[in-house]
T-cell receptor, first 115, second 111 residues
Framework: DTEVTQTPKHLVMGMTNKKSLKCEQHMGHRAMYWYKQKAKKPPELMFVYSYEKLSINESVPSRFSPECPNSSLLNLHLHALQPEDSALYLC??????????????FGAGSRLTVL | SQQGEEDPQALSIQEGENATMNCSYKTSINNLQWYRQNSGRGLVHLILIRSNEREKHSGRLRVTLDTSKKSSSLLITASRAADTASYFCATLKTSYDKVIFGPGTSLSVIP
């Protein structure tokens, strides 16, 4: 299995809702990532988990809350979002190597619309 | 913050022509990678070049790296309509788990 699976593919939520994005991989990768991508822009790094521990938080607002329940799963909990948070949210995974190569495998993304 | 910058921002060519995209970056890197993204989809890794390498090939792709100029180029030869996509360079800093993407080049290949 060489895939990263993201659910849901599309999500519409109000500013007062609580929802979650889910990501799953079964490649044995020990690093998992959340990226946010606005239209016609590159992916922006949000969070990195290495060996199930949060290793990087790129100063993301607290209304985004990541969780890594185990080495195969990554969640992004959403609460009290703003319309400007509407974007494509991409999950990725990688297997860190001693040489420092770090090739990311991406999921297809979750398209989030905040009303 | 973005590590890489790319040009051109958009490129339109005829099928069969070659496409060249450039990427510049600001700080030292461990390696540089190129990814492709079809509209609204996830990114797909194309090729990785290490900081001690100058050129690398993979099928119709050729990547060069000039660490003295902090720049890289991606050449796609004999382009096809299916190559239409956005292409991003991505750099890896000294920390192995932080991959930062440049702004990307939008390539259109006209049949």
């Amino acid at each position: 299995d060489t895939e990263v699976t993201q659910t849901p593919k599309h999500l519409v939520m109000g500013m007062t809702n609580k929802k979650s994005l889910k990501c799953e991989q079964h490649m044995g990768h020990r690093a998992m990532y959340w990226y946010k991508q606005k239209a016609k822009k590159p992916p922006e790094l949000m969070f990195v988990y290495s060996y199930e521990k949060l290793s990087i938080n790129e100063s993301v607002p607290s209304r985004f809350s990541p969780e890594c329940p185990n080495s195969s799963l990554l969640n992004l909990h959403l609460h009290a979002l703003q319309p400007e948070d509407s974007a494509l949210y991409l999950c990725a995974s990688s297997q860190p190597t001693v040489t420092g190569a770090n090739v990311l495998t991406f999921g297809a993304g979750s398209r989030l619309t905040v009303l | 913050s973005q590590q890489g910058e790319e040009d051109p921002q958009a490129l339109s060519i005829q099928e069969g022509e070659n496409a060249t995209m450039n990427c510049s970056y600001k700080t030292s890197i461990n390696n540089l990678q190129w990814y492709r993204q079809n509209s609204g989809r996830g990114l797909v890794h194309l090729i990785l070049i290490r900081s001690n390498e100058r050129e690398k090939h993979s099928g119709r792709l050729r990547v060069t790296l000039d660490t003295s100029k902090k720049s890289s180029s991606l050449l796609i030869t004999a382009s096809r309509a299916a190559d239409t996509a956005s292409y991003f360079c991505a750099t890896l800093k000294t920390s192995y788990d932080k991959v930062i993407f440049g702004p990307g080049t939008s390539l259109s290949v006209i049949p």
